[in-house]
């Protein structure tokens, strides 16, 4: 199989979307009254509701060392797909674990545990709306709920610093039919070559690569130019982050 870049037709996208260009992005903060944070995000047709509440008490575990933590927990709603999706029952499945898992990470490389005290930082994604992304739909929107908690939290005079000590933001980037593109919608990841999910922080540094051959083997020079336009596309929805928490 070939794993060299080679000349080909450019995919039509939704929308008329070049190869470089992000959906349309939106954050809706503040959708819910009970969680300190709450944010309906939007990239194109995904749609996905992340919530970040703070409460006193961590795991055994840790009980007595002055530190807290951060768990996430990810579901997609029966409605947000064409058929329904059954619920996730008492254990979610494989795909949803490993999504929560993946997103407690990266929110726990911007939160300082330590400034949390002895309380639970618990952020909620999901899907209201699937069309591709929602993984990294949920990151990019959970960071801004988790900003909007510690605000609420500060305010009510739970911790007396922000423990967020940084941003980070997620995008995934393909290969279709030879071509590079940002922010695949779901017809564009159910036919890609090559995907792939990064999540950056605000300074450049990466949290984590998920990078698969789906049809097709990658080369180091087409691994570049993904990472390098998702790197692009991230520093702009680092930028529609600060102006929602502006707003």
Avoid at 14 to 28: G, M, N, V, W, Y
């Amino acid at each position: 199989m070939k794993t060299t870049p080679t000349k080909h037709a450019k995919p039509a996208r939704a929308e008329k979307r070049r190869p470089h260009e992000l959906r349309p992005i939106s954050f809706i903060r503040h959708f819910t009254h009970h969680a300190g944070g709450s944010v309906i995000t939007t990239f194109g047709d995904t749609r996905v509701l992340c919530t970040a509440m703070i409460e006193q008490g961590v795991p055994e575990w840790l009980k007595g060392k002055g530190t807290g933590w951060l768990t996430a927990e990810y579901a997609m709603l029966p409605s947000s797909t064409n058929g329904r999706k059954r619920r996730d029952g008492a254990k979610p499945d494989g795909r949803s674990v490993e999504i929560q898992r993946l997103i407690g990470r990266t929110l726990r490389a911007v939160v300082a545990l330590d400034r949390l005290g002895e309380n639970t930082l618990f952020i909620d994604c999901d899907v209201l709306q699937a069309d591709g992304g929602t993984r990294t739909a949920a990151i990019t929107g959970a960071y801004v709920a988790v900003k909007d908690a510690a605000a609420a939290a500060i305010q009510k005079g739970i911790m007396s610093v922000d423990p967020v000590v940084g941003q980070v933001a997620a995008v995934s980037v393909g290969i279709i039919r030879g071509v590079p593109m940002l922010d695949l919608d779901y017809s564009e990841d159910s036919s890609a070559d090559v995907d792939m999910n990064v999540a950056m922080l605000s300074n450049g540094r990466f949290v984590e690569l998920q990078a698969t051959g789906e049809r097709n083997t990658f080369s180091r020079v087409e691994l570049d130019s993904m990472l390098a336009l998702a790197t692009t596309g991230i520093r702009q929805l680092h930028r529609l982050q600060r102006d929602a928490l502006a707003g």
